[in-house]
């Protein structure tokens, strides 16, 4: 059947029973995962719907939701659609700022909050909300209304409901407004962006086209699904099949994954770089002999080029390492993986290519909250992933590289547009429907498009020429002992770079080198430590143009995340908050004479 509206997919369930029939939907309880059936997801659904008809909420309302994911978010945004409404899933690691301005922007008629610290956290913010009426929690709170009082009034007025659903549902059109998802953004206030039941529907079965799982697989979802990508593909799963595991939290993905020995998951490349550096981290522990071995095994993985046919020394090659060294990594993780999908931000073509030869394979893929969100992506058929490329627009997409090199796309998933910003609207969507999506890329073959940098980020050097940082920082990355980096120099002679090192490595590192440190800031600050890291740069300077060379470098020992500000939700660096938030150091770099103030970090040349 015809997948329109999420809803649907209720519809899709009943009817194939003995295949997509078997999704589940999970999450711990008590210690114990709870699994919702098909039938048991659907009954639920209804009751949503016509609780929130029995309580007062009407077509057009807005239901937003702050929570971890879990099934019942899955619940109220197909409950809300299915009575007309629409949902407004909110990250939850927002400031308060922000989160009060979401939910007066959007006008959401009632909050659904996970647990007890966000409960109260909303419940000192409500007198300031406009046109909320009431706060729901999912986890059970003392004195605070459950959710399931939603399903409850449901039930009890089934006979007085059940129609006016069904004749909402029918008048419901694939270009209705579904969901309205703000993007958190690297600079001024949150985006509303208006999805409708096409945009996300229409990218979920296009993907799920070209996705391998099936009924009988599991996934594994944590990446928040408030953010556009897990959003769309806990609908892709579901549209296939898939049961959907929801992590317990962050902390307890690794021991998730292993338990339930998932199929796949979604990720985003930090936390690839962060299995990776744990997984690296362990080696160097290891004897002389069995360290060995192992490094050697990372160098046959960067000649590994997937289902491309390799020489026979190379198989007998890679066949040793895998035996001695990747077989490990999947007995620490899952033997089933076989779909790591990965987006939101660039990924090291090197982790690409380990975690390939090491049987994890790594589907990178390209897209914006704009477009639903999936615009290209490789894939598990032969020629149809490269890596270091985003993989092949999707079929449906229509896309074209501008004269400056900015990628424009027509969609079905393109957006209706922001949300009581009408200007913004027409800034990003010219007047023959081309969206402009503010990056820039070239498709190598005429098939596999490769993003190159941001078309705002990009900066101009006194020099007259422009420095594109995203990929300086990639490069710089490659290094062990550099967890986050951020290129600067806009109208300057050279380009700098803001460094927060890996410290565990930093830390072994010193311990072989005999030198004593209190802690990190007094340890960025030590001329050996500083020495080494303009030795690191030096190596990476030789394989970047003359321009792009970094000249100087700013070491600082915080820690960057969406929680303090320097990243976006979807762990994009937000370079106007860093830039200012560093003024002093970065001033400094470029001006000699004066001496960075902090005691926490330093600027070497």
């Not at 929570?67 to 109220?76: A, C, G, K, V, Y």
């Not at 190379?314 to 990747?326: E, G, Q």
């Not at 090192?501 to 005999?514: D, I, S, T, V, Y």
């Amino acid at each position: 059947m015809e997948i329109k509206r999420n809803f649907d997919l209720l519809d899709r369930f009943a009817s194939m029973p003995n295949t997509v029939g078997r999704i589940k939907l999970a999450a711990k309880e008590n210690g114990a995962w709870r699994e919702y059936d098909a039938p048991e997801y659907s009954k639920i659904v209804l009751n949503v719907s016509m609780g929130l008809l029995a309580l007062g909420y009407k077509p057009g309302n807005k239901i937003a939701t702050i929570t971890n994911n879990r099934p019942e978010w899955n619940f109220i945004e197909m409950g809300a659609a299915q009575a007309g409404m629409v949902h407004v899933p909110i990250h939850p690691t927002l400031s308060d700022e922000d989160l009060l301005y979401i939910i007066n922007h959007s006008e959401a008629s009632t909050l659904i909050v996970s647990d007890a610290g966000l409960y109260k956290k909303m419940s000192k913010l409500q007198d300031q909300m406009e046109n909320l009426q009431q706060i729901y929690t999912f986890n059970k709170v003392e004195n605070a209304p459950h959710w399931t009082e939603i399903t409850d009034a449901g039930e009890a007025n089934a006979p007085g409901f059940y129609d006016e659903v069904q004749d909402i549902r029918e008048k419901i059109t694939e270009d209705d407004l579904l969901t309205i998802i703000y993007t958190s953004g690297t600079t001024g206030l949150p985006k509303g962006v208006m999805l409708s039941h096409k945009n996300l529907m229409s990218n979920a079965v296009s993907t799920a086209n070209i996705q391998h799982m099936d009924y009988r697989h599991k996934a594994l979802s944590f990446l928040p699904l408030s953010h556009v990508f897990e959003h769309m593909v806990n609908y892709q799963y579901q549209y296939l099949g898939v049961s959907i595991y929801y992590a317990e939290s962050i902390t307890t993905i690794a021991r998730d994954i292993k338990d339930l020995q998932v199929d796949g998951f979604i990720a985003v490349p930090r936390l690839l770089e962060s299995i990776y550096e744990k997984i690296v981290s362990k080696a160097r522990s290891l004897s002389p002999a069995k360290r060995s071995i192992f490094f050697w095994a990372l160098k046959v993985a960067q000649k590994f080029e997937p289902f491309a046919k390799q020489s026979l020394s190379y198989r007998i090659k890679h066949k040793i390492a895998d035996k001695l060294v990747f077989s490990k990594w999947r007995d620490a993780l899952s033997h089933n993986l076989t779909f790591i999908g990965c987006g939101g931000s660039a990924l090291q073509p090197r982790l690409a290519r380990l975690f390939w030869a090491a049987g994890l394979p790594v589907f990178e893929g390209y897209g914006l909250t704009e477009t639903s969100p999936v615009l290209a992506v490789n894939y598990s058929k032969p020629g149809k992933v490269r890596i270091g490329s985003v993989g092949p627009v999707l079929e449906n997409v229509e896309l074209k590289i501008a004269s400056d090199g900015e990628i424009l796309i027509k969609s079905p998933g393109l957006m209706i547009g922001y949300y009581k910003d009408e200007q913004a609207t027409f800034d990003v969507i010219d007047s023959e429907g081309w969206f402009h999506t503010g990056d820039i890329g070239v498709l190598e073959d005429g098939m596999y498009l490769k993003i190159t940098d941001r078309k705002k980020e990009i900066f101009k050097m006194s020099n007259g020429k422009y420095l594109a940082p995203q990929q300086i920082e990639n490069k710089l990355k490659e290094s062990f002992y550099i967890q986050q980096t951020m290129v600067v120099g806009e109208n300057q002679k050279y380009a700098a770079a803001i460094i927060i090192p890996n410290f565990q490595e930093l830390a072994q590192w010193c311990r072989k080198k005999k030198i004593q440190f209190q802690d990190n800031a007094e340890l960025i600050q030590m001329p050996q430590v500083l020495k080494h890291f303009q030795d690191e740069i030096k190596q990476f300077n030789k394989k970047l143009s003359q321009t792009d060379q970094v000249q100087k470098i700013i070491l600082v020992a915080d820690e960057w995340s969406p929680i303090t500000g320097e990243l976006s939700s979807s762990l994009k660096l937000k370079r106007k908050y860093i830039i200012q938030k560093y003024r002093d150091l970065v001033d400094a770099v470029y001006q000699p004479k004066v001496q960075p103030v902090r005691v926490k970090s330093r600027s070497v040349k």
